[in-house]
């Protein structure tokens, strides 16, 4: 039997400083600053910076478009993987290809390609002038394109655990005579809840944190179409630093709930794969 190599304490340790250094330098102590100066004044100065009518218009629209963009990519990151998990068919990778489009272009080129479409000097643009309708510098571009960029979330969450997890129950379910939608509620969807629910925490998280893909088409106009990232940065650039870190904060504090969240369904899942293949063997 071949022996397991050990590294030396000096080594193991090392490499645990590394990581904790780059974690602190990275993550905590900006997270730290934020917190910091965002209740540097006091309580009294921070809720008063948030409860800038501004300010709820920023964060009403910025779960609006969380509201609205989770579930339908929640639909569309479902159908996009069980199709390509449990079936084959012509055009397969070209899905798949443009399932990771919006993860491999940047936000900016994202919010641009709905400017061509439906600006001004667009594709439709001369159409929508025409029938008084505008989407861009309007809620609605902006929960288009947070739609765009996030639609890849679920759906890659799902694809892997899905083509892991095999046919074999559902083809089971089927020939014992249960119908599609009752094969999918009471053996696929059980299945991949956990990943389901870990799909739609980051999707939301992204969607609530976007700000480049928005920030093209938003316009920026004052308590209309800027979302909370949007919003702080016009508070930051125009100095108003405790207002500014104090909505950055409401975003921080969406992160570690995030984390939580996320480490939690790990743990779960983590637990409910063991338990699975220790009933297999």
Partial sequence: MSQVRRETPIVK????????IYIGLFLL???????????????????????????????????????????????????????????????????LTLIDLPLSVSPIISGLIYVLMFGAQGVLGPWLIEHNLKIIFT????????IFVTFPMVARELIPLMKTQGNDEEEAALTLGASGFKTFWY???PNIKWGLLYGVILCNARAMGEFGAVSVV????????????????ILYNEYQFTAAFAAASLLAFLALITLIVKTLIEMKFSEELKSARRSVH
């Fill in 13 to 20: 340790w090392g490499l645990i400083s590394i990581a904790l």
């Fill in 29 to 95: 102590l900006p997270l730290a600053i934020v917190l910091s100066t965002g209740f540097g004044k006091g309580l009294e100065v921070y809720f008063k910076s948030l409860s800038d009518p501004i300010t709820l218009a920023a964060i009403r629209l910025t779960i609006l478009t969380a509201a609205i963009a989770v579930p339908l990519n929640l639909i569309f990151g479902l159908a996009a993987s069980w199709a390509i998990a449990k079936f084959d068919f012509h055009g397969k990778n070209v899905l």
């Fill in 139 to 146: 809620p609605i571009a902006i929960i288009l394109a947070t």
């Fill in 187 to 189: 053996i696929t969807l």
């Fill in 218 to 233: 938003s316009g920026h106009i004052r308590g209309l179409t800027n979302t909370l990232p949007l919003h702080i940065e």
